[in-house]
């Protein structure tokens, strides 16, 4: 199982970005999936989070009223829409599982991160 981004780039400031995330493989079950976030010479922070069952998202203050994160039928991909980007937003950007289902215990999970530069 893992989880796969997409998206990233290079933005000029004020501009939008669409990251999105597919868990693949052999799994039953995604329980919460979200982004987090590591910029330069700082720690990895939570941007966005969503349940399984859409019901419920979590969004850092940095990012709120900016940042919109679903997830699609399947529940597989979750999609993290990045508007009124600004340089601050500069960082590597990961897909995080809470919990993934298999069959066996259960375990959590990340992406391998997708780069989101934001132009002054």
């Known amino acids: 199982v893992q989880l796969v981004e997409s998206g990233g780039g290079l933005v000029q400031a004020g501009g939008s970005l669409s990251l999105s995330c597919t868990a693949s493989?052999?799994?039953?079950?995604?329980?919460?999936l979200g982004w987090y976030r590591q910029g330069p010479g700082k720690q990895r922070e939570l941007v966005a989070t969503?349940?399984?069952?859409?019901?419920?998202?979590d969004y850092a203050d940095s990012v709120m009223g900016r940042f919109t994160i679903s997830r699609d039928n399947t529940g597989n991909t979750v999609t993290l829409q990045m508007n009124g980007l600004k340089p601050e937003d500069t960082g590597v950007y990961y897909c995080?599982?809470?919990?993934?289902?298999?069959?066996?215990?259960?375990?959590?999970?990340w992406g391998q991160g997708t780069e989101v530069t934001v132009s002054a």
């Open positions: 995080h599982a809470d919990r993934v289902y298999d069959g066996g215990a259960p375990f959590e999970l």
């Open positions: 493989g052999s799994f039953t079950l995604v329980k919460t």
């Open positions: 969503i349940t399984s069952d859409s019901s419920s998202e």
